[in-house]
């Protein structure tokens, strides 16, 4: 009994003890996250905000602004702001960086401490996209820097192949002016002309592969869009529902596998000898696969999805703001017109005719300044509390980006020359500085660019396509394709707006991202002086 007795008090007294270890334990621990939490708010609560206080409530209700306004929010952040800004969105702050230096840092900063992968999962939620074995080890990245690059003069031919095959299949050649609503064909004919160069004849002319990736693009930005506007916590458990890209990917795999496995074999058959494969991004990804349990049909198709992702909506986009712009200016179309003429006459439709199309070239540029893809760019996470050379630091986990829509549009700056203001769309802003003609007459002597800023050179305040080592892998060819498209567009086809109106149709604003115009169509018929 005596014994009994014993044993409980030294129950008891353990149990007091061991209560009283984690009550302190707990305080210790809630008293160093409160300090944690509290020196990062700190820090937030140090960087000017814009459009809202540091408090919930004018956050909320900025962060709802943030959704149809970000463009003015950020435009009023960069009149005001020396160094950073925040912006609230719906489950956090971003903060924004300006001024040339701090810009530097931004993108040179190693990844241990401001990470653009890291930033790229959160912004695009691929934990619900696009899967993570593709993002943990994105191999596919470097193929596109280098073998699709180095590969274009070769392949341009079957890219010049499958652009004139997918207009005429889209736009017919009616000698009648006909009304289309550009953005499914233009779709259509990014992904048919890009995947001649990923996965090549006759898939890239599959329709059910062609609507797969379309769908596919869709999905990953309708549920990145939606996820952002939840809070953190809701994220998960709302993605898991409303992502359809597990049937996508299955989808993708069962109208790949066949040619996948054929490749395999030949492969198999033939002593690894890549050069019986065909020269595309498949046969590439093939190759490259850093180890064997990568090289399976799963993460091939997954990886193909992932690049149209990156190919298919940038590219639309950047067409479709275009096509507006020349259907609401016969005038351009004229003079890129002559320009397309002289330089296909000497060079063919080659790539160096393309590289000599200067006028073509500042276009483009002057779409990507004026209504590039995103209003910001250089996304970035800090890995840890991370200090500015102008002394400022940012948190562990804050999500920092760049102002692009604000520094394309900023005179001061060095890049925006020309005779119109910065603000106002000037087709041959990038081309004068090389001739003095702004006529597109005298076209002798046409020569490729040597002090023109091209629309795939990318600079600190030329941001469309990021910057620095990690800017965008597939702009040499966005660049070309584009080029191509609109060359050919323009000398097979008339164009203009079915509704006149004073220039082009106004953008479409959705939190960071800009769209052209989704109501607005254009009439097409075939040119008459071909
Ligand atoms: C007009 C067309 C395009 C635009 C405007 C564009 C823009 C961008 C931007 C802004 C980034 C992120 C860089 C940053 O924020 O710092 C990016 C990344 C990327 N882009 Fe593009 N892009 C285009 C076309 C393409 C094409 C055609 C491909 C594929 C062939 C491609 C593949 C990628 C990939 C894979 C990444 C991620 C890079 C990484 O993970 O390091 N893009 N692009």
Redesign the pocket.
Known sequence: MTGALNDTEVLLKQFNFNSATFIAVFAVSLLYWIAVKGRRRLMYYRIPSVGCGNDPLTSFWAAKRFKTDCKSLIQEGYDKARGLFKLAIADRWVVIVTGKELIRELWSAPDEKLN??KA?DEATKSKFSFGTAVTEN?Y??NI?RGR?TRNIPELSPELLDEVVCSFSNEFQHSTEWKTFSPIPHIQRIVCRA?NRLFVGLPMCRNASYIRLNIGYTLEVWYTQQTLNGYPAFLQSVIGRYITNIGTRTKEAVNLLTPIIEERLSILTCSNADYSQLPNDLLTWLIIDTPNKKGRNVLELCQRLL??NF??IH??TN?FVHLLFHLAANPSWVKILREEVKYATEVDGWTKTALDKMQKLDSILREG?RMD???LW???RVAMEDYTFSNGVTVPKGALLAAPTSALHTDGSTEQIMGEQPPDVFDPWRFSRSCRSDSEGKHLEGLETHSNMALATTTSWNYL????GK??????F??GI??KLMIAHFIQHYDVKLEKRCSGKPPNVYVGYSCAPNQQARVMVKAHQNM
């Open positions: 653009f992968h790229i994105a596919h990245v596109i699709l890009s992932v690049v990156g190919a940038s590219a950047t990507l590039g893809v995103n760019s250089l996304n469309p396509f990021g910057h990690l800017s965008c892998p597939g702009r060819f966005a394709q584009l």
